[in-house]
């Protein structure tokens, strides 16, 4: 196998980044392109960048790469050797270090990281022999970004594997200590980590000594592989640990070691520090909260996002036990600068509202997992964030809900003047939508309407107002249509009263029905159906009017000036919804003639049938079963149903419907015809290929089975490609005395080789000579070139187990072609253009066959049918 160059793998990886799937499908094998990319990672000719370009595609695609827990070892294996081989040179520092990453990312995605495999225990020997060189005093400062690879590749496996370090604890805190470099960071976070999952392992078996943990340095902990999700940060406070004094005393010493070096960290590092450290103290009740109070006074004084959310997971683990309440007010007023600070990005703002939104009080009122604010934001403190016009759509709809919440939960003259500001902005976005604004100032309406519907729905001064405001907006642009419907269904979720969504769909029925009929009628009145059709689900909305406006469409489609099938349509979805949701007593006659009409005078025939249907249930249906009928996937039971019309109704829709057969009542057998144990009809059998070796078998048809006679003989003809054996999946689908019509999945219909044989088509008036020189001459035909499919094999057995001349007949006298003393020539043909010729022999005690055959493929099959019978 030749070495690619650079730029064709740039080309290959490209390709692949496109379709991993179909790429390894039109490249042959998996293991092929793997095969491949390991080998030209050893090529000298390939350079390092392109290196890295190949090891990416094992970073992002180790599974579709390495399916199986053995390969993912044997690549982990070639990596190793292949970094092995790599000179310790400062140029190839970032080659070895992705080749680091990727040998964990493969052992870990494969499954194949364990005790029992050895690439894993090589890999983290070198592991932990680069991560020992502290200082770069074995191989200098020209390797220290492999040393932090190495450390980094540690602490993936102990996040995977919660424990596997929990017996070097001792071992990897005086690295830790010992480190001076830059990658001191590395080192403890490592430690960190593996010092939170013992603690927590330790608490959770109840058993065992925190100086033991401590002090352990004694191996690896390879149970944990097996035990992944044994360590959970969610059940924090189920766990508990009571050490002795001395061993509080000697873990408060590490913990304030670490602290006091988690300045030299970045923001980022010391924010997942503090959190280790944190989840440790949580578990342990004899060490107090107190040992964090020195580092709040650093987090309180950043502006660095990671250590604020720092010092909110702290508060929330320890609330009052840590925070007093003036820190308390201190975080809250810092969260609502920052949520405002005119030079941070919006994404940070965000995320400093949400923070708001959950803040971790000292003493919490509810559960926390729901969106809540803390006592002490109050609508002064708050006044700072009301939205402006100019603020971005997520900006401002955050705000506007933080806001609603503040006036919502608060009393007094400056709630009340935010519910004003509020809703004069809402009302600004509505002039802006009505100056012709696009599809993104139509968006932050709505959503900002139903935010303030959400919370001030029972205000009806300003949701009156908020009602005419609306119907101005679809009085100028009928297309707002969708966003109104949206806006009903989701505030009637919402709203405790319908109040409100009841009077809007009112205002705006009153002004659908109201306008003029003026063509062209697809412009607006195709909106004007879908409004009236979801105003037809308000059971306090009288719908007179609407059916008023409906005849008044109908009459216009009767004179030929309307007859659109859409329209069509979506008048009798407005229909529809009548009959389901309106009680029939009401509008029942009115509709019932609204339907006669349509069904007479429409001009689509598809929308006359549809409104006969609709004109059907209507008059043999009560409102409850109506209901029950058109709702969405509802049944209706045939003994619900006191009218025979709808009887017939239901009973010719289970007839038309395939049911599943509770279980399967046929049995396909080759050649052994059973007397059936029932009736049945118009019998469909469907065959269904497992692979592509044969043309796809058209469907059998039974017209009848019955008990009274036997069962048909049924033949299969198949055409194969190929000669191999395969397997159909058979179906049946039949009609019972019932009338009803099941679909039954059958047992799998076997296609064994010796199914697929032939004898040769030869003229009935040979003589024996004619057939020997004839098998001669193929026997010659097929001798094994080396260049074509053609193949010789030998097959043996003693006679004392089967006699050959006994097999021959039982089996082969069909394909017996010439005959002489102790010698049989068989050939068999193979569709469809193959053959096999068979040599068989009586020799001292043992019968021996030669094979020839022009497709080498076959011989498997053909061994393994030999080796049956001869047993």
Not at 355 to 382: D, I, K, M, Y
Request: proline residues 7%.
């Amino acid at each position: 196998m030749s070495v690619r160059s650079g730029d064709s793998w740039a080309q290959l990886i490209t390709t692949f980044r496109a379709g991993p799937t179909a790429f390894l499908l039109a490249h042959g094998s998996d293991d092929t392109f793997l095969a491949e990319l390991l080998q030209d990672l050893s090529s000298e000719r390939i350079s390092e960048q392109t290196k890295v370009s190949m090891l990416t595609l094992l970073l992002e695609f180790p599974t579709l790469l390495c399916p199986d827990p053995e390969v993912g070892e044997q690549v982990a294996g070639s990596l190793l050797a292949n970094f092995a081989q790599l000179p310790h040179s400062p140029k190839l520092s970032w080659l070895r270090c992705h080749l680091l990453v990727v040998v964990g990312t493969v052992l870990i995605s494969t499954e194949a990281f364990g005790e029992g495999s050895q690439a894993s225990r090589d890999y983290l020997s070198l592991l932990l022999h680069l991560a020992s060189d502290l200082n770069d005093q074995r191989q200098g400062p020209g390797d220290r970004g492999v040393r932090a690879a190495a450390c980094e590749s540690l602490r993936e496996l102990e996040c995977c594997y919660p424990g596997l370090f929990s017996r070097r604890l001792d071992s990897l805190h005086s690295m830790q200590q010992q480190e001076l470099t830059p990658v001191h960071q590395g080192y403890t976070l490592l430690y960190s980590l593996a010092l939170r999952n013992a603690v927590l392992l330790l608490a959770r078996r109840g058993e065992g000594a925190l100086s033991e943990l401590l002090a352990g340095n004694e191996g690896l902990a390879w149970e944990a592989v097996g035990n992944a999700g044994a360590v959970s940060p969610a059940s924090l406070d189920r766990l508990l640990l009571l050490p002795t004094p001395s061993e509080t005393k000697e873990l408060k010493s590490v913990l304030s070691q670490l602290l006091d070096g988690s300045y030299l960290l970045t923001p980022p590092a010391q924010s997942q520090l503090l959190w280790h450290l944190a989840q440790v103290v949580c578990v342990i009740r004899t060490q107090s909260p107190a040992i964090f109070k020195a580092q709040l006074v650093r987090l309180f004084g950043t502006a660095h996002v990671a250590l604020l959310h720092a010092s909110l997971q702290l508060k929330g683990l320890f609330t009052d036990s840590l925070f007093t309440a003036e820190d308390e007010a201190f975080l809250l007023r810092r969260l609502v600068g920052m949520a405002q600070h005119p030079s941070l990005p919006s994404p940070l703002k965000l995320f400093y509202l949400d923070c708001l939104l959950h803040f971790p009080e000292n003493r919490p009122l509810g559960s926390g997992s729901e969106e809540g604010l803390p006592v002490l934001l109050t609508p002064r403190l708050a006044s700072c964030l009301f939205p402006s016009l100019f603020n971005d759509p997520g900006t401002m709809l955050a705000r506007l809900n933080l806001l609603s919440l503040v006036c919502l939960e608060n009393q007094g003259p400056e709630a009340e003047r935010g519910v004003g500001y509020i809703f004069e902005h809402v009302l600004a976005l509505a002039d802006t939508v009505a100056g012709k604004g696009g599809r993104e100032a139509t968006g932050l309406f709505f959503r900002a309407t139903y935010l303030f519907a959400r919370y001030f729905g029972s205000r009806p001064q300003l949701m009156g107002e908020l009602t005419g405001t609306l119907v101005g907006l679809y009085r100028q642009r009928c297309s707002l249509a969708p966003n109104l419907i949206n806006l009903l269904n989701e505030t009637q979720l919402v709203l405790d009263d319908p109040a409100w969504t009841t009077s809007l769909s009112k205002a705006l029925q009153e002004l659908t029905v109201g306008m003029p009929l003026l063509p062209p009628w697809e412009q607006e009145l195709g909106w004007h159906l879908k409004l009236l059709a979801r105003v037809a689900k308000e059971s306090g909305v009288p719908q007179g009017s609407t059916l008023g406006f409906l005849q008044r469409l109908v009459r216009l489609a009767g004179a030929g000036q309307l007859g659109d099938w859409y329209i069509g349509q979506a008048l009798l979805s407005v229909c529809r919804n009548l009959l389901q949701h309106q009680p029939p007593p009401a509008m029942g006659c009115q509709l019932a003639e609204l339907l006669q009409d349509v069904s007479l005078s429409y001009p689509d025939v598809d929308v006359q049938d549809r409104a006969r249907f609709y004109y059907a249930l209507l008059s043999c249906l009560s409102g409850d079963k109506l209901g029950a009928v058109l709702a969405p996937g509802g049944r209706l039971k045939a003994r619900t149903l006191s009218s025979s019309i709808m009887a017939d109704s239901e009973n010719f829709a289970a007839a038309l419907t395939v049911h599943p057969a509770p279980q399967p009542l046929l049995l396909l057998q080759r050649e052994a015809p059973a007397k059936p144990t029932l009736q049945l009809f118009c019998l469909l059998l469907h065959f269904e290929r497992s692979d592509n070796f044969y043309e796809p078998v058209p469907d059998v048809c039974v017209p009848c089975l019955s008990a009274t006679h036997p069962s048909p003989v049924l033949t299969l003809h198949l055409q194969p490609r190929c000669p191999y054996p395969t397997e159909l999946a058979v179906s049946a689908l039949y009609t019972t005395q019932t009338g009803l019509t099941y679909c039954s999945q059958l047992e799998p219909l076997q296609v064994a080789f010796p199914d697929i044989f032939l004898p040769l088509a030869l003229p009935v008036n040979w003589d024996c000579e004619s057939r020997r020189h004839l098998f001669d001459t193929l026997w010659s035909s097929l001798c094994p070139d080396g260049s074509g499919d053609c193949a010789e094999s030998l097959f043996c057995w003693p006679t004392t187990q089967q006699p050959l001349g006994v097999l021959v007949q039982a089996h082969f006298a069909s394909y017996l072609v010439a005959e002489e003393p102790g010698t049989y020539k068989i050939a068999i043909a193979l569709p469809p253009h193959y053959h096999v010729l068979l040599q068989a022999q009586e020799t001292q005690g043992a019968a021996r066959v030669t094979i020839r055959t022009d497709n080498w493929k076959v011989l498997p099959h053909l061994s393994a049918y030999l080796q049956k019978v001869v047993e």
